[in-house]
């Protein structure tokens, strides 16, 4: 990976003075985050947290909130343990991240759960994203060798059934970010951030009758990453966390003994503070000042915006999928994702399908977009789930 594609990268992490001053690089696509969105008035440490790794959900337009369980639901969905009706099991995931502005950028998603008993789960799961090498040098030029900046999210979950329609589930998240050094920008005390976080999900579904048919109806709640804020040095400037607010539902119709649709949509809103409109002095214009504690900076996030509720409206981004099972081994999905040009501009559909044999599932998603205006285009996903034991 060359140097003047790491400050496209790295402005979703840390301030543009740290690396286009320090390292004098060159904007390949300016404000280009690691989940792949633009630069907008919402700014977040880690926002590599925001990115799906399932490739299932990642086929149905990042939807998957409220669908059925699988042994990957803990990255979208922690609740859902509880429902899965196998003893234990679990899954890895793998994209290539960003291919159409670097080549060796990737992120690699592992879980695991097993059921204490029909009501009760644990899992575990570690989220890796890589922004491969980068090749350093002096301002006058010479080699100043090779870093590795990288960034992981190691996960602890509990889920718990209440009776055979809902479910709520916890995470602890410890979260490790090393994009800065001291060697790479230059700056003395500068360390890797770090923080702690939790998700607080649940999620419910009811056996109903639509169209003549069997059917469940589900809805499923996830807000991630509530936790401490980051710093990358001593004593200096300190990032929100990317608080997510994810909220959907899906409706899965069986139509006899080999046919089943789902249908799912999501809603996400960022519950991280909104830069305010500033005047040539600093003084605030419009919009409220982002110096505030987490909680604050939370629960604000509903009524900051600059632009009122018509920009608020804007910083929800919806996701809606489809999906097929034939004879529950083979599956065809597609989705599509919005999000407002003026607040990340990611505008996509995907496709994907999925097999099913005896413990082994693999499901696969390609995301489709126009390689001048997305650097998301032709994103691949990969995911590999294990489930063993008998049915509980």
Known sequence: MNLKYFSTIA???????????????????????????????????????????????GSMGEAGVAVQPDANTMSINPSKLAFLDKPYGFSASYSPWLKSLVPDINLAYISGFYKLDARNAIGASLRYFSLGQIQLTDPSGLDNGIANPNEFAFDLTYSKRFGEDFSLGTTARYIYSNLNSAQVSGIQGARPGKAFAVDVSAYYKKPTILFAKDAILSAGLNISNIGTKMSYSDG???????????????????????????????????????????????????????????????????????????????????GAGAEYWYNQQFALRAGYFYEAPEKGDRRYFTLGAGLKYNVFNIDFAYLIANPQKSPLANTLRFSLLFNFGNSK
């Not at 919402?42 to 990115?51: C, E, H, M, N, R």
């Not at 400037?237 to 003994?257: C, M, Q, R, V």
């Open 236 to 318: 200096g400037a300190e990032y929100f966390l990317p608080t997510n607010l994810k909220l959907g539902a899906a409706s899965t119709i069986i139509i006899d003994d080999y046919s089943q649709f789902t249908f799912a949509l999501d809603f996400n809103k960022l519950m991280a503070p909104t830069e305010p409109i500033r005047d040539s002095n600093g003084n605030i214009i419009s919009g409220k000042d982002t110096d505030r504690s987490v909680l604050s900076g939370m629960f604000g996030s509903f009524a900051d915006a600059p632009g009122g509720f018509s920009e608020e409206v804007k910083e929800i981004s919806i």
């Open 11 to 57: 402005i979703g992490m840390l301030p543009l003075a740290i690396f286009c001053s320090k390292l004098q690089a060159q904007e390949v696509k300016t404000g280009t985050q690691t989940n792949g969105s633009q630069a907008n008035n919402v700014y977040t440490a880690v926002p590599f947290l925001l990115i799906t790794p399932d490739a299932r959900a």
